[in-house]
Protein backbone atom coordinates (compact mmCIF):
# COMPACT_ATOMS: atom_id res chain seq x y z
CA UNK A 1 0.00 0.00 0.00
CA UNK A 2 1.05 3.57 -0.69
CA UNK A 3 1.35 5.34 2.74
CA UNK A 4 0.53 9.08 2.07
CA UNK A 5 2.31 11.47 5.15
CA UNK A 6 0.62 14.89 5.58
CA UNK A 7 2.73 17.20 7.73
CA UNK A 8 2.16 19.43 9.78
CA UNK A 9 -0.64 17.53 12.40
CA UNK A 10 -2.20 20.63 13.61
CA UNK A 11 -1.57 24.58 12.29
CA UNK A 12 -2.84 27.18 14.40
CA UNK A 13 -3.13 30.51 11.95
CA UNK A 14 -5.18 34.06 11.81
CA UNK A 15 -7.60 35.13 9.36
CA UNK A 16 -5.63 36.36 6.11
CA UNK A 17 -2.62 34.26 7.24
CA UNK A 18 -1.28 31.81 4.33
CA UNK A 19 -1.35 28.25 5.18
CA UNK A 20 0.78 25.50 4.00
CA UNK A 21 0.07 22.01 4.02
CA UNK A 22 2.50 19.24 2.67
CA UNK A 23 1.50 15.16 1.93
CA UNK A 24 4.43 13.06 0.84
CA UNK A 25 3.68 9.59 -0.95
CA UNK A 26 5.58 6.76 -0.08
CA UNK A 27 6.11 6.16 -3.85
CA UNK A 28 5.68 7.99 -6.96
CA UNK A 29 1.82 8.58 -7.50
CA UNK A 30 2.03 11.08 -10.44
CA UNK A 31 -0.31 13.48 -10.46
CA UNK A 32 -3.14 11.48 -8.85
CA UNK A 33 -3.62 13.26 -6.67
CA UNK A 34 -6.85 14.88 -4.55
CA UNK A 35 -7.58 17.26 -1.39
CA UNK A 36 -10.42 17.30 0.91
CA UNK A 37 -11.79 19.22 3.40
CA UNK A 38 -13.44 18.30 6.38
CA UNK A 39 -15.55 20.10 9.36
CA UNK A 40 -16.71 18.67 12.37
CA UNK A 41 -19.31 16.45 11.65
CA UNK A 42 -19.85 16.79 8.18
CA UNK A 43 -18.68 14.84 5.19
CA UNK A 44 -15.83 15.36 3.61
CA UNK A 45 -15.56 17.82 0.68
CA UNK A 46 -13.53 17.57 -2.66
CA UNK A 47 -11.46 20.94 -2.95
CA UNK A 48 -8.95 19.64 -5.50
CA UNK A 49 -8.20 16.62 -7.98
CA UNK A 50 -4.97 15.71 -9.73
CA UNK A 51 -2.84 17.38 -7.72
CA UNK A 52 -3.57 20.93 -9.25
CA UNK A 53 -7.43 21.27 -10.44
CA UNK A 54 -9.62 23.03 -8.82
CA UNK A 55 -13.16 21.38 -8.08
CA UNK A 56 -15.89 23.72 -9.51
CA UNK A 57 -17.45 25.90 -6.59
CA UNK A 58 -14.31 26.07 -4.84
CA UNK A 59 -12.78 29.69 -3.68
CA UNK A 60 -9.50 30.55 -5.88
CA UNK A 61 -7.88 30.91 -2.51
CA UNK A 62 -7.01 27.31 -2.84
CA UNK A 63 -4.21 25.73 -4.30
CA UNK A 64 -2.86 22.58 -5.04
CA UNK A 65 0.91 21.29 -6.72
CA UNK A 66 3.28 19.01 -7.12
CA UNK A 67 3.88 15.56 -8.37
CA UNK A 68 5.55 12.14 -8.06
CA UNK A 69 5.74 11.76 -4.11
CA UNK A 70 5.75 15.22 -2.92
CA UNK A 71 2.39 17.59 -3.02
CA UNK A 72 1.33 20.84 -1.48
CA UNK A 73 -2.17 22.53 -0.48
CA UNK A 74 -1.87 26.48 -0.09
CA UNK A 75 -4.81 28.49 1.18
CA UNK A 76 -3.60 32.02 0.04
CA UNK A 77 -5.61 33.82 2.85
CA UNK A 78 -7.31 31.90 5.41
CA UNK A 79 -11.01 32.65 6.02
CA UNK A 80 -13.21 32.25 8.88
CA UNK A 81 -14.93 28.94 7.05
CA UNK A 82 -12.03 27.05 6.58
CA UNK A 83 -10.94 26.41 9.87
CA UNK A 84 -10.86 22.29 9.23
CA UNK A 85 -9.34 19.04 8.73
CA UNK A 86 -7.44 18.32 5.24
CA UNK A 87 -6.87 14.85 4.20
CA UNK A 88 -4.77 14.46 0.72
CA UNK A 89 -5.78 11.13 -0.91
CA UNK A 90 -3.71 9.00 -3.67
CA UNK A 91 -6.17 8.77 -6.92
CA UNK A 92 -4.44 5.50 -8.64
CA UNK A 93 -3.12 2.59 -6.74
CA UNK A 94 -5.33 0.46 -5.08
CA UNK A 95 -5.63 0.32 -2.14
CA UNK A 96 -6.74 3.86 -2.33
CA UNK A 97 -5.31 5.57 0.86
CA UNK A 98 -5.39 8.89 2.63
CA UNK A 99 -3.10 10.87 4.63
CA UNK A 100 -3.75 11.08 8.30
CA UNK A 101 -4.97 14.86 8.03
CA UNK A 102 -3.88 18.50 9.06
CA UNK A 103 -6.53 20.17 11.33
CA UNK A 104 -6.07 24.27 10.90
CA UNK A 105 -7.08 25.53 14.22
CA UNK A 106 -7.76 29.39 14.85
CA UNK A 107 -4.80 31.33 16.94
CA UNK B 1 -22.42 15.46 -9.15
CA UNK B 2 -24.88 13.04 -7.69
CA UNK B 3 -27.32 13.37 -4.39
CA UNK B 4 -26.49 10.18 -2.49
CA UNK B 5 -28.63 8.57 0.80
CA UNK B 6 -27.18 5.82 2.74
CA UNK B 7 -29.26 3.72 5.29
CA UNK B 8 -28.40 0.71 7.45
CA UNK B 9 -28.39 -0.71 11.10
CA UNK B 10 -26.26 1.82 13.53
CA UNK B 11 -25.32 -0.90 16.41
CA UNK B 12 -24.16 -4.79 16.08
CA UNK B 13 -22.88 -6.74 18.59
CA UNK B 14 -19.56 -8.32 17.39
CA UNK B 15 -19.43 -11.55 15.06
CA UNK B 16 -22.38 -9.69 13.52
CA UNK B 17 -22.77 -8.42 10.03
CA UNK B 18 -22.78 -4.86 9.10
CA UNK B 19 -24.86 -4.20 6.16
CA UNK B 20 -25.59 -0.81 4.24
CA UNK B 21 -27.11 0.65 1.29
CA UNK B 22 -26.77 3.47 -0.68
CA UNK B 23 -29.42 5.20 -2.97
CA UNK B 24 -27.81 7.30 -5.90
CA UNK B 25 -30.60 10.05 -7.29
CA UNK B 26 -29.95 12.85 -9.92
CA UNK B 27 -27.58 11.57 -12.50
CA UNK B 28 -25.61 8.66 -14.18
CA UNK B 29 -25.79 5.47 -12.58
CA UNK B 30 -23.40 4.29 -14.81
CA UNK B 31 -21.22 6.85 -15.16
CA UNK B 32 -19.51 6.80 -11.49
CA UNK B 33 -17.52 4.65 -9.49
CA UNK B 34 -19.10 3.52 -6.28
CA UNK B 35 -17.12 3.33 -3.25
CA UNK B 36 -17.52 2.42 0.40
CA UNK B 37 -15.47 5.14 2.67
CA UNK B 38 -14.73 4.38 6.66
CA UNK B 39 -13.77 6.84 9.27
CA UNK B 40 -13.14 5.76 12.80
CA UNK B 41 -14.30 8.54 15.26
CA UNK B 42 -11.86 11.13 15.54
CA UNK B 43 -9.17 9.31 12.95
CA UNK B 44 -8.76 9.47 9.66
CA UNK B 45 -10.37 7.96 6.02
CA UNK B 46 -10.37 4.57 5.26
CA UNK B 47 -10.78 3.71 1.41
CA UNK B 48 -13.10 0.12 2.38
CA UNK B 49 -13.31 -0.62 -1.72
CA UNK B 50 -15.23 -0.20 -5.28
CA UNK B 51 -18.08 -1.13 -7.48
CA UNK B 52 -18.87 -0.43 -10.69
CA UNK B 53 -22.28 -0.38 -12.52
CA UNK B 54 -21.87 -3.79 -14.28
CA UNK B 55 -20.56 -5.69 -10.80
CA UNK B 56 -16.77 -5.21 -11.04
CA UNK B 57 -15.27 -4.49 -7.41
CA UNK B 58 -12.03 -3.84 -6.00
CA UNK B 59 -11.69 -4.52 -2.21
CA UNK B 60 -9.27 -3.35 0.16
CA UNK B 61 -7.20 -6.45 1.28
CA UNK B 62 -6.61 -4.93 5.27
CA UNK B 63 -10.62 -6.01 5.50
CA UNK B 64 -9.49 -9.43 4.17
CA UNK B 65 -12.23 -11.02 2.60
CA UNK B 66 -14.81 -9.83 4.81
CA UNK B 67 -16.35 -7.45 2.58
CA UNK B 68 -18.91 -7.74 -0.44
CA UNK B 69 -20.67 -4.94 -2.45
CA UNK B 70 -23.06 -5.52 -4.72
CA UNK B 71 -25.36 -2.82 -6.80
CA UNK B 72 -29.10 -2.86 -8.08
CA UNK B 73 -29.30 -1.26 -11.32
CA UNK B 74 -33.11 -1.29 -11.19
CA UNK B 75 -33.22 0.92 -8.20
CA UNK B 76 -29.99 2.58 -8.85
CA UNK B 77 -28.32 1.28 -5.58
CA UNK B 78 -25.12 -0.22 -4.07
CA UNK B 79 -24.40 -2.35 -1.00
CA UNK B 80 -21.84 -2.84 1.52
CA UNK B 81 -21.71 -5.76 3.69
CA UNK B 82 -19.07 -6.72 6.06
CA UNK B 83 -19.22 -9.86 8.44
CA UNK B 84 -17.55 -11.19 11.74
CA UNK B 85 -17.46 -7.13 13.17
CA UNK B 86 -15.58 -6.01 15.76
CA UNK B 87 -14.78 -2.98 17.61
CA UNK B 88 -12.21 -1.92 15.04
CA UNK B 89 -15.32 -2.19 12.52
CA UNK B 90 -16.79 1.04 14.91
CA UNK B 91 -16.74 3.66 12.15
CA UNK B 92 -18.91 6.40 10.07
CA UNK B 93 -19.13 4.83 7.02
CA UNK B 94 -20.22 7.12 4.29
CA UNK B 95 -20.54 6.09 0.64
CA UNK B 96 -19.25 8.06 -1.94
CA UNK B 97 -18.75 8.36 -6.26
CA UNK B 98 -15.83 8.88 -8.52
CA UNK B 99 -17.27 10.22 -11.65
CA UNK B 100 -15.88 8.45 -15.02
CA UNK B 101 -17.17 9.74 -18.40
CA UNK B 102 -14.50 7.47 -20.31
CA UNK B 103 -11.18 6.39 -19.68
CA UNK B 104 -10.44 6.70 -15.53
CA UNK B 105 -7.09 6.18 -14.45
CA UNK B 106 -7.85 7.72 -10.94
CA UNK B 107 -10.67 7.89 -8.22
CA UNK B 108 -11.66 11.18 -6.51
CA UNK B 109 -14.47 11.51 -4.65
CA UNK B 110 -16.98 14.52 -5.64
CA UNK B 111 -20.34 13.14 -3.97
CA UNK B 112 -20.60 11.76 -0.79
CA UNK B 113 -23.37 10.33 1.32
CA UNK B 114 -24.45 11.77 4.54
CA UNK B 115 -22.40 9.81 6.78
CA UNK B 116 -23.57 6.44 9.19
CA UNK B 117 -21.99 6.17 12.01
CA UNK B 118 -21.86 1.93 12.84
CA UNK B 119 -20.74 1.16 16.41
CA UNK B 120 -20.14 -2.21 17.73
CA UNK B 121 -19.72 -3.06 20.81
CA UNK B 122 -21.14 -6.58 23.22
Known amino acids: DIQMTQSPSSVSASVGDRVTITCRAS??????LAWYQQKPGKVPKLLIY???SLQSGVPSRFSGSGSGTDFTLTISSLQPEDFATYFCQQANNFPLTFGGGTKVEIK | QVHLQQWGAGLLRPSETLSLTCGVY????????WTWIRQPPGKGLEWIGE???????KYNPSLNSRVTMSVDTTNNRFSLTVTSVTAADTAVYYC????????????????WGQGALVAVSS
Open chain 2, 26 to 33: GGSFSGYY
Open chain 1, 50 to 52: DAS
Open chain 1, 27 to 32: QGISSW
Open chain 2, 96 to 111: AGSYCGGDCPSRTFDS
Open chain 2, 51 to 57: ITHSGNT
